[in-house]
C-alpha cells in the first residue's frame, strides 16, 4: 500500500487521534494487513505513538501484522455452530489446508482463522471462505469447499 | 428530495406515500438479512427482477428486499402478500414458477412451503406457521414489513410518530418519566431500568451529553441486534432522538462490530437517507433539536460489549474497562455524561412513546414487561429469532415455536445468556423467561441467546468451550479474571481429556467463587457461571469423566474411538469414501477396518455409513474391540 492511499485515508477521518482505530481498519480492509512503514505514517500523521499503535494492533482481533494468504478461511466457533460441530470441521480445515487457526502458510495459500460468532447461527456450523459462506457444513462438504478454491487459484 | 421543516410536512409525505399504495397490490418479499445473503438471497434477487421484466409483471407487482424475517434456516425466504403465502429455501430456478403460478394464477406450489417436521403436514401462509403463529413481533415485526434501505416505507408503517410526539408534545422529564413508567430494563444482559438511567443522565451536570448505541453483540450464539440493526436502522436512530431529547444531548454514536457489515451497510444508508429529509441534522423538523449519529465499527474484540470498554474504543484507545462508579451517566464518553443501550433496548422506545406506558406494562411480568427477542439456535427443529412476552415458558419457546428437538435425540439442556449465562436442563423447562427467574435457575437473560442442546452435547466439554472463549477474550487487565479462568480452563481441559482427578471440581468450585468475587468488570464476574450451573445440574456428567474416563454424550475427541462392528459392514464404502484422515481400510466386499492410530475422531464415518446398517459405534469408557482378522474380512 503506498503512503499517498495512507493519507486519503487518514485524510477522510479528519486526520483526529481519536479516529485511529477506524483508520487502521480501513487499511486492514484494503491491505488485508498493516505494514510497519504504513503504521510509522499513520503514527506521524494522527500523532499517536508507536506503542500505542502497537497496543491497538495487538489488543483487536482484526488487525493483522503479518501477510495474508490468497484464500481466507473463517471459521465460526459460536456457540450453535459449537453445539452443532464447529471443533469438527475446525479439525477438517487445519487439516486440509495444513495451516493451523490464526496462521497463514510460508507460501500465502491459506490463512486460517476461527471467529467468535457471525450471527448466522441457525445456518451452523458456518464457514466463510473467500468472503462466502457455507452453512450447514459437515466435514466432507469442507474439504469440497476447500479443494474448489485450491484449484481455482492455481 | 426535499427537506421536511415541520411534523406537518412530515405528516403530508407519510399521506402521500401511502396514497400510492394498494394494499391489495402484490408484493413479493425476499428476506435479505445476513443468513439470507448466506443461503443466496442474492441470486433469488436477481432472478425475480428478471422474471418478473420477461413475464410482464413488472409494474404490476411491487417488489422488496426486506430485513430479516428471523426464519433464518428455512432461507431465502419469499412472502407474497396481500394473502402473506410464504416460500421457503427459494432457489432462483423457482422463481419463474413463483411468478407464473402464484402471482398471475393464484396457485400455491406445493413443495415450497413450510412442512411441520413432526406432523408431516404443509402450512400455506406466514402466519400460519407455528414458528410465528406464536410469537408476538412488537419490534421485530417491521423487519418483515419495510426494505432497510427506504425511510418512505418506515414511514408507510408510522415510523417517526413517536419522534413527533416527543419532540411536539413532551418535555425531557416526561419522556424519562414515561421510560421509567414503562419498567424497560436494558436488553442487553444486566436489566438495569432505562429509565432510571437515563435519568441519572439528565440530571449529570454538563452542556455536552453522548447517547450511544450499543452493537458490539459479541455474545456468541445471539443475533437479534443484528437483526434489528440491518432490518429496521430507522426504528433504532428514532429511539436513540428520543433519548438523546430526553437526556440533553445532541450527539450519538453507534458502536458495531466489526462482523457485522451489512448491519454498517444499511445504518449508513439509513443515517444519510434521514439527513437528506431534516430528520437528522440541526433544527429537527422545525422544533428547535439538533442531532447528530456517527457510526463507529468495532475491530474484534468482546470486551467492548461492556459499556466502560465500549467508551475507550470510542476514543479510539484499547477497550479495556474501567471500575465504576464513576458510571457513564456521569463520566462517559471523553469524561462526559453518557447514556448506553443496546439495539434493542433502543428499538423499544418508539413503541414505548407512541403506545404509552400502561401499553407496555400491559405485556410480560411483575418485574419485566414488554417482549424480548431471543435466538433460538443450536439443536433445535425451527431455528432463529423469536420474540415472546416476558413470561413465556422455556418450554413453549422451545417446543411450541422451536418444534422441539430434531430426529430421535433426547433434550439435555438449553443454554442462555451467552458465555456469562448458564444451563438449564429438562425439569426447569417450565421456567418463565424473565430477568429474575433466569437469574434463580442459575443462568441470566444475557442478550438473548437460547442454544437448545440434545444428548450429543457434552456438558463438561460446553464449559470448557465458553471458558476458552472468556479467556480468550479478557483483556488481561486485571488479575482474577485473567488468571482465573485461565486456571479453570486448565482444569476444564484436562477433565476433557480424561485427566482429571476428584479434587478438581473442589478446586473448580473455589477458583469460581474468587474470580466471581473479585474481578473488575461483569466479564470476569460472570465468567464462572457456564461452570457453576453445569456443576449444579450435570455433576453425573463431570464425574464419568474423572472416575471412568468417559464422555456420556460421546463427544470429547479423547475419551471415544469409532470402531466398525464387522457383522454390520456391508463393505459399501461410503465412511472409506468420506474419510479424511485416510484412516479407513477396505476394499471391494472386505469389511473396513478403522486404524485407530490414523483416526483424528472427525465422525466422518458416522455420517457416511447408511442409516440401514448402522455398522459405525462410538465408544466411550470401554476398550475398542481388537480389528478382525485378516481372513476373516471376505464377504461372500
Same mark, same amino acid.
Given at each position: 500500500?503506498?503512503?499517498?492511499?495512507?493519507?486519503?485515508?487518514?485524510?477522510?477521518?479528519?486526520?483526529?487521534?481519536?479516529?485511529?482505530?477506524?483508520?487502521?481498519?480501513?487499511?486492514?480492509?484494503?491491505?488485508?494487513?498493516?505494514?510497519?512503514?504504513?503504521?510509522?505514517?499513520?503514527?506521524?500523521?494522527?500523532?499517536?505513538?508507536?506503542?500505542?499503535?502497537?497496543?491497538?494492533?495487538?489488543?483487536?482481533?482484526?488487525?493483522?501484522?503479518?501477510?495474508?494468504?490468497?484464500?481466507?478461511?473463517?471459521?465460526?466457533?459460536?456457540?450453535?455452530?459449537?453445539?452443532?460441530?464447529?471443533?469438527?470441521?475446525?479439525?477438517?480445515?487445519?487439516?486440509?489446508?495444513?495451516?493451523?487457526?490464526?496462521?497463514?502458510?510460508?507460501?500465502?495459500?491459506?490463512?486460517? %482463522?476461527?471467529?467468535?460468532?457471525?450471527?448466522?447461527?441457525?445456518?451452523?456450523?458456518?464457514?466463510?471462505?473467500?468472503?462466502?459462506?457455507?452453512?450447514?457444513? %459437515?466435514?466432507?462438504?469442507?474439504?469440497?469447499?476447500?479443494?474448489?478454491?485450491?484449484?481455482?487459484? %492455481? | 428530495?426535499?427537506?421536511?421543516?415541520?411534523?406537518?410536512?412530515?405528516?403530508?409525505?407519510?399521506?402521500?406515500?401511502?396514497?400510492?399504495?394498494?394494499?391489495?397490490?402484490?408484493?413479493?418479499?425476499?428476506?435479505?438479512?445476513?443468513?439470507?445473503?448466506?443461503?443466496?438471497?442474492?441470486? +433469488?434477487?436477481?432472478?425475480?427482477?428478471?422474471?418478473?421484466?420477461?413475464?410482464?409483471?413488472?409494474?404490476?407487482?411491487?417488489?422488496?428486499?426486506?430485513?430479516?424475517?428471523?426464519?433464518?434456516?428455512?432461507?431465502?425466504? +419469499?412472502?407474497?402478500?396481500?394473502?402473506?403465502?410464504?416460500?421457503?429455501?427459494?432457489?432462483?430456478?423457482?422463481?419463474?414458477?413463483?411468478?407464473?403460478?402464484?402471482?398471475?394464477?393464484?396457485?400455491?406450489?406445493?413443495?415450497?412451503?413450510?412442512?411441520?417436521?413432526?406432523?408431516?403436514?404443509?402450512?400455506?401462509?406466514?402466519?400460519?406457521?407455528?414458528?410465528?403463529?406464536?410469537?408476538?413481533?412488537?419490534?421485530?415485526?417491521?423487519?418483515?414489513?419495510?426494505?432497510?434501505?427506504?425511510?418512505?416505507?418506515?414511514?408507510?408503517?408510522?415510523?417517526?410518530?413517536?419522534?413527533?410526539?416527543?419532540?411536539?408534545?413532551?418535555?425531557?422529564?416526561?419522556?424519562?418519566?414515561?421510560?421509567?413508567?414503562?419498567?424497560?430494563?436494558?436488553?442487553?444482559?444486566?436489566? &438495569?431500568?432505562?429509565?432510571?438511567?437515563?435519568?441519572?443522565?439528565?440530571?449529570?451536570?454538563?452542556?455536552?451529553?453522548?447517547?450511544?448505541?450499543?452493537?458490539?453483540?459479541?455474545?456468541?450464539?445471539?443475533?437479534?441486534?443484528?437483526?434489528?440493526?440491518?432490518?429496521?436502522?430507522?426504528?433504532?436512530?428514532?429511539?436513540?432522538?428520543?433519548?438523546?431529547?430526553?437526556?440533553?444531548?445532541?450527539?450519538?454514536?453507534?458502536?458495531?462490530?466489526?462482523?457485522?457489515?451489512?448491519?454498517?451497510?444499511?445504518?449508513?444508508?439509513?443515517?444519510?437517507?434521514?439527513?437528506?429529509?431534516?430528520?437528522?441534522?440541526?433544527?429537527?423538523?422545525?422544533?428547535?433539536?439538533?442531532?447528530?449519529?456517527?457510526?463507529?465499527?468495532?475491530?474484534?474484540?468482546?470486551?467492548?460489549?461492556?459499556?466502560?470498554?465500549?467508551?475507550?474504543?470510542?476514543?479510539?484507545?484499547?477497550?479495556?474497562?474501567?471500575?465504576?462508579?464513576?458510571?457513564?451517566?456521569?463520566?462517559?464518553?471523553?469524561?462526559?455524561?453518557?447514556?448506553?443501550?443496546?439495539?434493542?433496548?433502543?428499538?423499544?422506545?418508539?413503541?414505548?412513546?407512541?403506545?404509552?406506558?400502561? &401499553?407496555?406494562?400491559?405485556?410480560?411480568?411483575?418485574?419485566?414487561?414488554?417482549?424480548?427477542? &431471543?435466538?433460538?439456535?443450536?439443536?433445535?427443529?425451527?431455528?432463529?429469532?423469536?420474540?415472546?412476552?416476558?413470561?413465556?415458558?422455556?418450554?413453549?419457546?422451545?417446543?411450541?415455536?422451536?418444534?422441539?428437538?430434531?430426529?430421535?435425540?433426547? &433434550?439435555?439442556?438449553?443454554?442462555?445468556?451467552?458465555?456469562?449465562?448458564?444451563?438449564?436442563?429438562?425439569?426447569?423447562?417450565?421456567?418463565?423467561?424473565?430477568?429474575?427467574?433466569?437469574?434463580?435457575?442459575?443462568?441470566?437473560?444475557?442478550?438473548?441467546?437460547?442454544?437448545?442442546?440434545?444428548?450429543?452435547?457434552?456438558?463438561?466439554?460446553?464449559?470448557?468451550?465458553?471458558?476458552?472463549?472468556?479467556?480468550?477474550?479478557?483483556?488481561?487487565?486485571?488479575?482474577?479474571?485473567?488468571?482465573?479462568?485461565?486456571?479453570?480452563?486448565?482444569?476444564?481441559?484436562?477433565?476433557?481429556?480424561?485427566?482429571?482427578?476428584?479434587?478438581?471440581?473442589?478446586?473448580?468450585?473455589?477458583?469460581?467463587?474468587?474470580?466471581?468475587?473479585?474481578?473488575?468488570?461483569?466479564?470476569?464476574?460472570?465468567?464462572?457461571?457456564?461452570?457453576?450451573?453445569?456443576?449444579?445440574?450435570?455433576?453425573?456428567?463431570?464425574?464419568?469423566?474423572?472416575?471412568?474416563?468417559?464422555?456420556?454424550?460421546?463427544?470429547?475427541?479423547?475419551?471415544?474411538?469409532?470402531?466398525?462392528?464387522?457383522?454390520?459392514?456391508?463393505?459399501?464404502?461410503?465412511?472409506?469414501?468420506?474419510?479424511?484422515?485416510?484412516?479407513?481400510?477396505?476394499?471391494?466386499?472386505?469389511?473396513?477396518?478403522?486404524?485407530?492410530?490414523?483416526?483424528?475422531?472427525?465422525?466422518?464415518?458416522?455420517?457416511?455409513?447408511?442409516?440401514?446398517?448402522?455398522? +459405525?459405534?462410538?465408544?466411550?469408557?470401554?476398550?475398542?474391540?481388537?480389528?478382525?482378522?485378516?481372513?476373516?474380512?471376505?464377504?461372500?
Amino acid at each position: 500500500m503506498d503512503i499517498g492511499t495512507v493519507d486519503q485515508i487518514i485524510d477522510k477521518h479528519h486526520g483526529e487521534a481519536s479516529s485511529l482505530i477506524q483508520v487502521l481498519l480501513e487499511i486492514q480492509r484494503q491491505n488485508k494487513w498493516l505494514p510497519k512503514t504504513v503504521l510509522t505514517r499513520v503514527s506521524e500523521k494522527l500523532d499517536v505513538p508507536m506503542s500505542q499503535i502497537q497496543h491497538i494492533t495487538t489488543f483487536y482481533k482484526t488487525f493483522s501484522l503479518v501477510p495474508k494468504g490468497r484464500h481466507e478461511v473463517h471459521v465460526c466457533m459460536g456457540t450453535a455452530c459449537h453445539v452443532r460441530g464447529a471443533e469438527r470441521i475446525l479439525d477438517t480445515v487445519e487439516e486440509v489446508t495444513g495451516v493451523k487457526s490464526g496462521e497463514t502458510d510460508p507460501d500465502l495459500n491459506f490463512s486460517v %482463522e476461527t471467529v467468535n460468532c457471525l450471527g448466522c447461527c441457525a445456518l451452523g456450523p458456518v464457514i466463510v471462505v473467500d468472503g462466502e459462506y457455507h452453512g450447514n457444513v %459437515e466435514p466432507a462438504e469442507t474439504v469440497e469447499v476447500l479443494k474448489n478454491c485450491d484449484c481455482s487459484c %492455481e | 428530495m426535499p427537506r421536511i421543516n415541520s411534523s406537518a410536512e412530515l405528516d403530508a409525505l407519510r399521506q402521500e406515500i401511502l396514497s400510492q399504495r394498494d394494499p391489495d397490490q402484490p408484493c413479493l418479499t425476499l428476506c435479505s438479512g445476513s443468513a439470507c445473503h448466506a443461503t443466496g438471497c442474492g441470486k +433469488v434477487a436477481a432472478a425475480i427482477e428478471e422474471e418478473m421484466e420477461s413475464q410482464g409483471v413488472a409494474d404490476d407487482v411491487h417488489f422488496r428486499r426486506t430485513g430479516c424475517h428471523g426464519f433464518c434456516e428455512q432461507g431465502p425466504i +419469499v412472502v407474497i402478500y396481500p394473502e402473506g403465502i410464504c416460500y421457503l429455501k427459494v432457489k432462483p430456478e423457482d422463481i419463474a414458477e413463483i411468478i407464473s403460478e402464484t402471482i398471475k394464477e393464484k396457485k400455491i406450489i406445493e413443495r415450497l412451503l413450510y412442512v411441520d417436521p413432526n406432523s408431516g403436514e404443509n402450512t400455506t401462509l406466514e402466519e400460519d406457521i407455528p414458528f410465528y403463529k406464536n410469537q408476538e413481533r412488537l419490534v421485530l415485526g417491521f423487519n418483515l414489513k419495510i426494505d432497510p434501505k427506504s425511510l418512505e416505507d418506515y414511514l408507510a408503517v408510522g415510523g417517526y410518530q413517536a419522534l413527533v410526539k416527543t419532540l411536539f408534545e413532551m418535555t425531557p422529564e416526561q419522556v424519562v418519566g414515561e421510560v421509567k413508567d414503562a419498567n424497560l430494563r436494558g436488553r442487553g444482559g444486566a436489566g &438495569f431500568p432505562s429509565g432510571v438511567k437515563w435519568d441519572f443522565a439528565r440530571k449529570a451536570p454538563g452542556d455536552k451529553k453522548y447517547v450511544v448505541v450499543n452493537c458490539d453483540e459479541g455474545d456468541p450464539g445471539a443475533y437479534m441486534d443484528r437483526s434489528l440493526m440491518e432490518g429496521n436502522p430507522y426504528g433504532v436512530l428514532e429511539g436513540l432522538m428520543i433519548g438523546a431529547y430526553a437526556i440533553g444531548s445532541n450527539e450519538g454514536y453507534v458502536y458495531v462490530r466489526q462482523e457485522y457489515p451489512l448491519a454498517v451497510d444499511n445504518l449508513e444508508i439509513a443515517i444519510k437517507k434521514a439527513e437528506d429529509y431534516g430528520l437528522l441534522g440541526q433544527d429537527i423538523l422545525g422544533s428547535g433539536f439538533d442531532f447528530t449519529v456517527k457510526v463507529h465499527r468495532g475491530a474484534g474484540a468482546f470486551i467492548c460489549g461492556e459499556e466502560t470498554s465500549l467508551l475507550k474504543s470510542l476514543e479510539g484507545l484499547p477497550g479495556e474497562p474501567n471500575a465504576r462508579p464513576p458510571f457513564p451517566a456521569t463520566k462517559g464518553l471523553w469524561g462526559k455524561p453518557t447514556n448506553i443501550n443496546n439495539v434493542e433496548t433502543w428499538s423499544n422506545i418508539p413503541l414505548i412513546i407512541s403506545k404509552g406506558a400502561d &401499553f407496555f406494562n400491559s405485556i410480560g411480568t411483575e418485574k419485566s414487561k414488554g417482549t424480548k427477542i &431471543f435466538s433460538l439456535v443450536g439443536k433445535v427443529n425451527n431455528t432463529g429469532l423469536v420474540e415472546v412476552p416476558m413470561g413465556a415458558t422455556l418450554r413453549d419457546i422451545i417446543y411450541k415455536i422451536g418444534g422441539g428437538v430434531p430426529g430421535e435425540k433426547k &433434550f439435555k439442556a438449553v443454554q442462555t445468556g451467552g458465555p456469562s449465562g448458564g444451563c438449564i436442563p429438562e425439569n426447569l423447562l417450565d421456567t418463565k423467561v424473565d430477568f429474575d427467574e433466569l437469574t434463580q435457575a442459575g443462568a441470566m437473560m444475557g442478550s438473548g441467546g437460547m442454544i437448545v442442546m440434545d444428548e450429543d452435547t457434552c456438558l463438561v466439554d460446553l464449559a470448557r468451550y465458553f471458558l476458552a472463549f472468556l479467556s480468550d477474550e479478557s483483556c488481561g487487565k486485571c488479575n482474577p479474571c485473567r488468571e482465573g479462568i485461565r486456571q479453570m480452563l486448565k482444569i476444564l481441559t484436562n477433565i476433557t481429556k480424561g485427566l482429571g482427578t476428584e479434587s478438581d471440581l473442589e478446586l473448580l468450585l473455589e477458583l469460581a467463587e474468587t474470580t466471581k468475587g473479585a474481578s473488575l468488570c461483569a466479564l470476569g464476574k460472570t465468567a464462572p457461571n457456564p461452570v457453576l450451573s453445569t456443576l449444579r445440574y450435570f455433576k453425573d456428567e463431570y464425574e464419568a469423566h474423572i472416575k471412568e474416563q468417559r464422555c456420556p454424550a460421546l463427544s470429547c475427541k479423547a475419551l471415544i474411538a469409532f470402531y466398525i462392528e464387522p457383522d454390520k459392514c456391508k463393505a459399501c464404502g461410503a465412511c472409506f469414501k468420506q474419510c479424511p484422515a485416510e484412516a479407513i481400510e477396505g476394499g471391494k466386499k472386505r469389511i473396513h477396518v478403522i486404524d485407530q492410530d490414523k483416526c483424528t475422531r472427525c465422525g466422518s464415518c458416522v455420517d457416511a455409513c447408511p442409516k440401514a446398517f448402522g455398522a +459405525v459405534k462410538v465408544m466411550s469408557g470401554e476398550p475398542v474391540p481388537v480389528a478382525i482378522a485378516e481372513e476373516a474380512r471376505n464377504l461372500g
